[in-house]
């Protein structure tokens, strides 16, 4: 589970309404459908949300979790990337995966299913999968045009590039609108296959009025080079209080988290912002997926 091109639109809908299960089942007491699976969680770079939501996920399906700690493994040591997940698929069921490097999950060996979660500025596929089922919540594939808007940083940002997939594959009749600072564009690769129409737009006050879901990310300065003046790059693209004022009724914000200034605390109690729902069914979606994975 790599990437959300591994996934079929029917393998989408089967994950999606078995996260609607364990959602509406969200008090009833925990399965044990997993007891007998171990799931491994190596995470490389600093993570609070998919890796709580990941192992809540494995709790709640009954299966047991281990933790990969990097600073105390062999790694010091100069064992390799590889030779340390052949190590850990000799104890686990299914690994849990977050690190550094674009594409580097895809040229591992491993003898358990590798579940991708987040590979340094590649892809987000499980981000992905919560966030159409969030957005899915308030907009249904088959209902009508949708306006979409990412905003920020799109080329580093892994979520946007998971999810506008995602997206592209499962609705028909949306429109893109990328707002971000120049030098921040996607990279072609995620616009090339696009089956839906996409636009860049200066700024999010030209067109928030015609939003759907307004999807914000902050700016992945850890990512840009050492030596690159990026590191002092600002988002100016925030979305404020005026301008969601201007925005439909029925639009929503989503963001994957963490956030900077790009989203202020002054919109949390507002009824368009829905990115704690969107925390929480990361459970729910994460449940589905371990589950489909492990059994
Ligand atoms: C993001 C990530 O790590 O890619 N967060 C998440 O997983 N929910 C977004 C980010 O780091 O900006």
Same mark, same amino acid.
């Given at each position: ?162 999810? &506008?997939? /995602? ?95 790009? /989203?202020?605390?002054? &919109? ?20 589905? &997926?371990?589950?489909?994975? /492990? /059994?």
């Amino acid at each position: 589970m790599l990437s959300v091109s591994s996934l079929t639109t029917s393998v989408v809908e089967d994950i999606l309404s078995k996260a609607d299960e364990f959602a509406s089942n969200a008090d009833a007491s925990f399965t044990s459908i997993c007891r007998d699976k171990i799931v491994g969680m190596m995470f490389l770079e600093p993570s609070t949300r998919t890796h709580k939501s990941f192992e809540c996920a494995a709790y709640k399906l009954g299966a047991k979790v281990m933790h990969y700690d990097h600073a105390s493994s062999s790694s010091v040591k100069g064992e390799s990337f590889q030779d340390t997940v052949t190590t850990m698929s000799q104890y686990v069921d299914a690994l849990v995966i977050r690190q550094p490097v674009c594409g580097a999950l895809g040229k591992l060996r491993c003898d358990v299913p590798i579940v991708n979660a987040g590979d340094g500025n590649g892809e987000h596929p499980t981000q992905a999968l919560l966030d159409l089922y969030t957005i899915r919540k308030y907009f249904p594939a088959k209902k009508g045009l949708l306006h979409i808007a990412f905003v920020g940083d799109l080329k580093n940002g892994r979520t946007i590039h998971s999810t &506008l997939q /995602l997206l592209d594959a499962m609705y028909e009749g949306v429109f893109f609108h990328f707002i971000c600072e120049g030098g921040l564009e996607l990279d072609e690769v995620y616009t090339r296959g696009l089956r839906n129409h996409y636009y860049y737009e200066h700024r999010l006050s030209d067109v928030i009025e015609l939003m759907d879901v307004v999807y914000m990310t902050r700016i992945q300065k850890e990512r840009f080079a050492r030596d690159d003046d990026g590191m002092n790059v600002s988002c100016d693209h925030v979305l404020t209080p005026e301008l969601v004022r201007r925005a439909k009724k029925s639009m929503i914000i989503l963001h994957p988290l963490p956030r900077n200034s790009e /989203l202020p605390p002054e &919109l949390d109690s507002s009824p368009h912002c829905k990115f704690v729902e969107q925390m929480k069914n990361g459970v729910y979606v994460r449940m589905a &997926l371990l589950e489909w994975v /492990l /059994l």
